[in-house]
């Protein structure tokens, strides 16, 4: 079963805008980590934000991690038309297999 | 540092078939893993191997199996295909120690397995 299930399915925004998406999951978990694929192509890691840690910034990508209420989010800023793209959060569960959810798919409009 | 290498990228195959597809890691990286992704189940864990041994699987049938040669080169079999094997296979290395999970995955581009 997927761990990791992120919020929205899909969103449509304006570039220039903000994206925010959401992931959340259910056991203990060492590291969440966020990729993003280009359609058909294989998956590109973002960045990668550890259990002991709040927030982490990574160019114009911000990462929240609560770890009460098990769930991440993503901000993608100032958003461009070559972010287009599906993004996945994935839950490193100490030594077992990566978790990915279903992905968010996000379309920047120019 | 090259990539994680797959092939072949595109194929083929009708039901009942079977089809092997190969997967070369980042050089120094001792663990693959395998990844199904179909649009409706997502992406989908089928097995990780770690110096030549099975680590973890997935929750898939006997007819998925996979190998890891000496050289960290990882293959996978779909033996008796079905229609619903149809799928992007992606294969991922890291650099993860014996100990567990480290760090990120690399991804190469994936073998879309169409069958038909």
């Known amino acids: 079963s997927q761990q990791g299930e992120e919020d929205p399915q899909a969103l449509s925004i304006q570039e220039g805008e903000n994206a925010t998406m959401n992931c959340s999951y259910k056991?203990?978990?060492?590291?969440l980590q966020w990729y993003r694929q280009n359609s058909g192509r294989g998956l590109v890691h973002l960045i990668l934000i550890r259990s002991n840690e709040r927030e982490k910034h990574s160019g114009r990508l911000r990462v929240t991690l609560d770890t009460s209420k098990k769930s991440s989010s993503l901000l993608i800023t100032a958003s461009r038309a070559a972010d287009t793209a599906s993004y996945f959060c994935a839950t490193d569960n100490y030594g077992q297999n990566f978790v990915f959810g279903p992905g968010t798919r996000l379309s920047v409009l120019p | 540092k090259a990539g994680v290498t797959q092939t072949p990228r595109y194929l083929i195959k009708t039901r009942g078939q079977q089809v092997t597809l190969s997967c070369s890691p980042i050089?120094?990286?001792?663990?693959v893993s395998w990844y199904q992704q179909t649009p409706g189940q997502g992406l989908q864990f089928l097995f990780e191997?770690?110096?030549?041994?099975?680590?973890n699987k997935g929750n898939f049938p006997g007819r998925f199996s996979g190998r890891q040669f000496s050289n960290s080169r990882s293959e996978m079999n779909v033996s008796t295909l079905e229609l619903g094997d149809s799928a992007l296979y992606l294969c991922a290395s890291s650099p993860r120690s014996s100990g567990g999970n480290t760090g990120e995955l690399f991804f190469g581009e994936g073998s879309r397995l169409t069958v038909l």
């Open positions: 056991t203990s978990i060492n590291n």
């Open positions: 050089s120094g990286h001792r663990s």
């Open positions: 191997y770690f110096s030549e041994t099975q680590r």
